[in-house]
């Protein structure tokens, strides 16, 4: 049967929306079967829930979640998802506002707000906003959606779009700098050559040598003091000969530890695998030996043989390279929990 039956009412917006001077059309959005996502356009934002569309059943929309988000804006996109057993929405408003400080361009500029509501932890029935981002850009999008999971955006645009530091952002940040910038001095100092790898650790001076034990095997390195915590332990970033390394107590407290690769002539980035705080220390000798090897592909002559047979670029090539991004559209991902671009495609 395809006939349509009787329309019915299933919702009726409460606000006076007249008194709106500004105000938008109203836009709303089928988040999944039985939640809708609703903007009266006057800066309001309704979570409706709807009930299993498409019954027989003659049943009213519930409102379970409405407030006010500022200046009028339209739904873009909307999703319902389930994480860690509570149910969320996250929802994204558009909005085309004035730009003050623009006045050379259109004097106005685009933002995206994504909103994400979630059911209470205790109260299943009562919902509210628990994370609120902002984009901005110079152009509306071509597309923009929420990923299902809710854990990332997907934007098309003519021009890019950058998220915008709340206060709190600012604040975490400015946090975070002054931890990185008291930072301490390397756990430990290491070289290699093509056959083995030496390690340097600057002890207390209440460490003497009973207090130290370290564990060899092919993959992997242990050290502790003082039957404490271990202080480097960890995957190796290559295998060793285990029954041949050695270390050296100093009279300067220092430990030095000598492993031997089992490949010679390999060089290991780092030293043990996800481990940050090592710092690798270059012999002058490997620099040099390093840019000799580079030498061949660099000159102090620019285009020195302009007129040889395969040029390294042609001027199509070099018209391409000097192309910008924003001359035509490009798709970008953003993650919900960095705020920053994870792909691109232009």
């Known amino acids: 049967d395809t006939a349509l039956q009787k329309p019915r009412e299933v919702f009726r917006l409460p606000t006076d929306l007249a008194a709106c001077d500004n105000r938008l059309c109203a836009s709303m959005h089928f988040s999944s079967s039985t939640w809708v996502i609703l903007s009266d356009g006057t800066g309001r934002l309704y979570l409706i829930k709807s009930g299993k569309r498409g019954s027989t059943a003659s049943e009213k929309w519930e409102i379970v979640f409405n407030e006010e988000l500022g200046s009028p804006f339209i739904i873009a996109h909307s999703v319902s998802f389930v994480k860690s057993g509570a149910h969320s929405l996250a929802v994204l408003l558009l909005r085309v506002e004035k730009d003050e400080l623009d006045t050379k361009g259109s004097g ?76 301490k001095d390397p756990l430990y100092y290491w070289q290699q050559t093509e056959d083995d790898v030496t390690i340097t650790v600057h002890l207390p001076q209440d460490i003497t040598k009973d207090d130290i034990k370290i564990r060899f095997s092919p993959d992997n390195i242990c050290v502790t003091l003082k039957e404490q ?118």
């Not at 390093?290 to 102090?300: D, P, R, Y």
């Not at 390279?321 to 929990?337: I, P």
Request: charged residues 30%; negative net charge; hydrophobic residues 35%.
């Open 108 to 183: 106005f500029h685009v933002t995206l707000e994504w909103v994400t509501i979630a059911e209470g932890i205790e109260d299943h029935h009562r919902y509210e906003i628990i994370k609120r981002r902002v984009l901005q850009g110079k152009s509306v999008p071509h597309y923009a959606a929420i990923e299902p999971s809710g854990d990332g955006l997907m934007i098309v645009s003519h021009k890019p779009f950058t998220f915008m530091q709340s206060e709190s952002d600012k604040l975490e940040e400015n946090d975070d700098a002054k931890v990185s910038s008291e930072k």
């Open 229 to 346: 915590p271990p202080l480097m332990e960890g995957k190796l970033y290559a295998s060793v000969d285990h029954e041949s390394c050695t270390w050296i107590f100093r009279e300067d407290k220092s430990l030095e530890i000598s492993l031997i690769k089992k490949n010679e002539g390999s060089r290991w980035p780092e030293l043990i695998i996800g481990d940050p705080r090592g710092e690798f220390v270059m012999d002058p000798s490997q620099c040099s030996e390093i840019a000799e090897s580079l030498m061949h592909l660099t000159s102090e002559v620019m285009n020195p043989n302009p007129e040889k047979e395969n040029p390294p670029c042609n001027a199509q090539e070099l018209e391409e390279c000097d192309a910008f991004l924003e001359d035509g559209a490009s798709l970008c991902r953003f993650d919900g929990n960095t705020l920053k671009v994870t792909h691109i495609v232009s």
